[in-house]
């Protein structure tokens, strides 16, 4: 079965600090990845995706996430992050065969931006 | 705008009790999962539907059961609540496995 695993569980960044969130995914095929974002209060929002090609994924906001298929990880990050990015983030990865429309998501990582 | 509902937003109940929670998608997609959110536990997968009358058991699928009549409906119930299922619950649905899930708002669930 997938497993994801996020490394931080809790991150506390000034604004204009750069960020960088881990994500490491145990299937070792062909993957689709996600990054979601839930602010506070709110339902999960897709950040960014990864299907295929270019390993650099530019998302919304202006968030990137970088696959390394050598490291299982798919990165997230931000140059400069802002208060309005105070919200929990969450890596995700599909099954594989039957399980393909599933996905399993990291535990997540809470990051607090301190104005 | 298509979009996924859930209802009520809140609910609380006592232990013992029969609880349903809705969820209807007009994005007219064919899978329709459940997940429960536990701070430190991040999403965990209850049950899944891929199509009509298909339903699927997940990672925590233990006293809940979930029914498929039709595509835009798969609601959850707790047959008999326990405390252990106070909890954030989110409703998703896609259209196929390369496609990102589209989340509900969430219900949240207090059992006492």
């Known amino acids: 079965a997938q497993s994801v695993s996020q490394h931080n569980h809790h991150v506390i960044l000034s604004e204009a600090a750069s960020l960088e969130l881990g994500c490491n995914y145990s299937?070792?095929?062909?993957?689709?990845l996600f990054w979601y974002v839930q602010y506070p209060g709110q339902h999960l929002q897709l950040l960014l995706k990864?299907?295929?090609?270019?390993?650099l994924v530019k998302g919304i906001k202006g968030f990137e996430a970088e696959f390394i298929k050598s490291k299982f990880s798919f990165n997230l990050r931000k140059p400069s992050v802002q208060w309005s990015d105070t919200a929990e983030y969450f890596c995700?990865?599909?099954?594989?065969?039957?399980?393909?429309?599933?996905?399993?998501f990291g535990k997540g990582t809470k990051l607090s931006v301190i104005p | 705008d298509a979009e996924i509902t859930q209802s009520p937003r809140h609910k609380i109940t006592e232990t013992g009790r029969q609880v349903t929670l809705a969820c209807h998608q007009t994005?007219?997609?064919?899978?329709m999962f459940w997940y429960r959110q536990d701070l430190g536990h991040g999403l965990r997968l209850i049950h899944y539907?891929?199509?009509?009358?298909?339903?699927n058991k997940g990672e925590v699928s233990d006293g809940y059961s979930v029914s498929r009549s039709n595509t835009e409906d798969l609601p959850l119930t707790l047959e008999s609540a326990a405390s252990s299922q106070t909890s954030v619950y989110f409703c998703?649905?896609?259209?196929?496995?390369?496609?990102?899930?589209?989340f509900g708002d969430g219900t949240r669930l207090s059992i006492l």
């Open positions: 539907s891929y199509g009509v009358q298909d339903t």
């Open positions: 998703a649905s896609s259209p196929s496995p390369n496609q990102p899930q589209h």
């Open positions: 994005w007219n997609h064919n899978n």
């Open positions: 995700a990865v599909p099954g594989s065969g039957a399980g393909s429309y599933q996905l399993t």
């Open positions: 299937y070792g095929g062909t993957v689709n």
């Open positions: 990864y299907f295929s090609g270019d390993p």
